[in-house]
């Protein structure tokens, strides 16, 4: 009897474990703690790919867009590209020196991080604008892709492209082993998140909509043809611009829309306007301990950088956008935390 | 004896049929004539997609670019969406009766072909702003869609979207069966294109590149947010836009491009310039039985209408592209043939 019982205990609690291993490799979000948030994600997910449900959209029309900045990875204490911009304006300076006494090119050779962090929004374009352009694509690319594999984050002291947030890396996988096609939907340069969307986020650069500068065609002394990044704004994709982009880009009006700011309310109210299912979904960056905390809907101090009003925050609530908060809804943040 | 050889024959003959019918299965362009052009475009296909091959490339680079006009399509004696325009004018001289007197809308409700047909490029950009834009992009889309569904060429007396090249259409599938990604880069109306090419060609909105205009953000009286067509030229995908086209909607260099006409020059010279194997083909409109002879590369008239002059002729030669003969190559045009 004695035996018997032992036995039965150990099957008990071999099927429990079996359950706990089988559970574990059927959950789509395991870095995402139990709770409504992670619930409304499976459930429409379930939704919109069965086809016996009123709900169920077809699988051409799964388009899922993402802002980045804040919503796939940090935005904290500055954008990444802007900290790019400023880290590229001494190689600027060594090949066009007439720049080197001139502002803001100057305050920003000075080192002077105070300064620096006081420059106007209008400087901030005047160094994007020549850090960005009037070089080839290629060479562009080249440029960019030395520098984000070299780069680190001050606080971490890892590579920008660690500190990606593992809960939305794995809503991108469910999406996509879903049908979904996952789209980045960002204010930054297209052609700077290009250059590391793919190995990042497993997101092609055709898949990549962004603030878009115009390119002009051309030929090199033997006659070779280039693309030459030009000053030209094409796309601003914020605002009222990222559901102008996504026109542009894509051509459908997304099922699936995340963001993080007052950058993002156009994109989310034009993705909730569309007929049947529609997710739309804010990261609330409430969590200073494991990342930041800001926005002034939860009394957050308000940083400039992804604002989160108490506008905002009633638009979610009052259209049916889910608050996604960082602190409460994310088991882990970083996909190293796993390792 | 005799019986046994009867049997023998009856094996053979049954053999050949069988071997008949599995070649026919196998070969991916039937609509081809055998010969060096179909030649060139399966051994560019086995050799990119053979891991073993110094061709190989990996498949998330395999993109194919088409334009539209005279190489997926029939573009004479007019480009369908001109027509498309200049049918439009009534119902939009009924909204706007201002422009019942005013030229050049004046010259087209007149129904006088030959004034029409001698409107100047100015006029014609005047007539395809007004009908183009100004609208919502649903109701563009559900008024283009409504034409394209009842439209008919005036020759064929088929819809538009049968006068598609069935040998294209083969090679559209063959190479997205071999992981290609098939994308449209057209001098057409983005949005235009956009309507009908999932239909007609399996070519999903987001793979459509084509001259675009920009859209604005609003809101209806309801506060349902929607998309207006504004009269401002963001791409004009022509010419030096092809490739520029190219860059900013895919972000990459197509391995494989097809094109017909001087507009399409720059997109093939951009995907040839490229590392590795490229394939670039034009379209060679020279056969008048079966569908329009027009291009002075070949002593034909030039009708205007994708122009194939003797410089781009020239250009093929020397840049190792692959000029298909319309007469010649394709054993069929049009899928209605097969049937």
Redesign the interface.
């Known amino acids: 009897m004695k035996h018997k019982k032992l036995k039965t205990l150990g099957l008990l609690i071999a099927v429990a474990v079996l359950s706990t291993v089988v559970t574990r490799a059927q959950d789509p979000l395991p870095s995402w703690n139990e709770g409504t948030t992670k619930q409304i994600i499976i459930e429409f997910v379930k939704a919109t790919t069965d086809q016996s449900s009123p709900k169920f959209v077809p699988s051409?029309e799964r388009?899922a867009t993402f802002d980045q900045d804040g919503t796939l990875w940090v935005e904290h204490p500055m954008y990444t590209q802007v900290t790019y911009c400023l880290e590229r304006v001494p190689a600027l300076v060594e090949k066009k020196p007439e720049l080197k006494n001139r502002e803001p090119f100057k305050t920003v050779l000075s080192g002077n991080r105070e300064a620096i962090a006081k420059l106007s929004q209008d400087d901030l374009m005047k160094i994007l604008a020549a850090t960005l352009t009037g070089m080839s694509?290629d060479d562009f690319n080249a440029e960019a892709k030395k520098w984000i594999a070299e780069a680190k984050d001050p606080r971490w002291k890892r590579p920008y492209t660690e500190l990606t947030y593992q809960p939305m890396k794995e809503v991108m996988e469910y999406l996509r082993a879903n049908g979904y096609?996952t789209y980045i939907v960002t204010g930054g340069g297209?052609?700077f998140v290009?250059v590391y969307a793919?190995q990042t986020y497993g997101i092609?650069?055709?898949q990549?909509v962004g603030t878009?500068g115009?390119?002009?065609?051309g030929y090199d002394k033997a006659g070779?043809?280039?693309?030459t990044k030009e000053p030209k704004l094409?796309?601003n994709d914020n605002n009222?611009g990222k559901?102008?982009g996504i026109?542009?880009?894509?051509?459908?009006r997304p099922s699936v829309a995340f963001g993080n700011s007052t950058g993002d309310r156009?994109m989310l109210?034009?993705t909730k306007?569309g007929d049947g299912a529609r997710l739309a979904m804010l990261v609330l960056h409430d969590d200073a301990e494991r990342e930041y905390a800001y926005g002034p809907a939860q009394g957050l101090p308000d940083t400039k950088v992804g604002t989160f009003t108490q506008a905002l925050y009633d638009e979610a609530k009052k259209n049916g956008w889910t608050v996604i908060s960082m602190k409460n809804d994310w088991k882990v943040i970083f996909p190293f935390e796993n390792k």
Chains 1, 2 share one sequence.
Request: charged share 30%; glycine share 6%.
């Open positions: 051409e388009i694509v096609k297209q052609d290009r793919e092609p650069p055709e990549v878009a115009g390119t002009k065609y070779k043809p280039f693309l094409l796309l009222a559901p102008e026109h542009l880009m894509i051509g459908r156009q109210e034009y306007a």
